[in-house]
């Protein structure tokens, strides 16, 4: 059976999922628009079995029911303070890193499908971050897939996945993986946009 470990970073994700709003629906929806943690999460395991998830993010608290939701998945959340950029980036990467490494380790003699959802990817070129411990992985025998969005996923990076596995473009599934709330008073007319069943088949 396959065992897939995923590897979140949700705060990347959603920055970008902004860019991708806005281009998509317009500038009001880049303040509305919001990330379902479940349809991204369908599309990250596709059906197979998950032996750990770990997903990073930021607070703020109002959103903590929307993270227990995702525990009740079965993936362990990593809440991190706002801080700095730099502060914020090295905080996430060192997350992802040590649960990578610890996979890597406890499962050296089988290893399984590593699944990173990631925004940017940057700090690929320089072989930093958690991206040099993807390409660890691989060596070591795990099957690589990435989940980011086209435009703004490092293209070493997302030219290495393809090379070595999966590269999967969230622009695939936008209507899937996201929905607009309701615009709040003052905001420009326009209604809610709830999300359609992630559709597999589209999936590389």
Known sequence: MDRVFVYWDNSNIFVSTRDVAEEREGP????RVR???????????????????????FIPPELRHVWNRLENEG???????????????????????????RDGY???GDPGIAVLLTGDGAGFHDGA??????????????RIEVISWRHSCNTRMREWAERNGRFIALDD???????LEPP?????????????????????
């Not at 379902?36 to 993010?57: D, M, Q, Y």
């Not at 599934?173 to 996201?178: A, D, P």
């Open 28 to 31: 009001a929806a880049r303040y």
């Open 35 to 57: 990330i379902h943690f479940r349809n991204l999460l369908a599309l990250a395991h596709a059906g197979r079995h998950i032996r750990h998830a770990v997903a990073v993010g």
């Open 75 to 101: 993936v362990t959340v990593r809440l991190l303070e706002r801080g700095t950029m730099l502060g914020r980036e090295q905080g996430v990467d060192q997350t992802l890193s040590n649960a990578m490494l």
């Open 106 to 108: 406890d499962y050296n």
């Open 129 to 142: 971050g958690f991206h040099a411990d993807l390409e660890r992985m691989h060596s070591r025998g795990w």
């Open 173 to 179: 599934f936008y209507e899937s993986v996201t929905f």
């Open 184 to 204: 709040a008073p003052g905001q420009p007319i326009g209604g809610p946009r709830y999300p359609v069943p992630v559709d597999l088949t589209k999936r590389a």
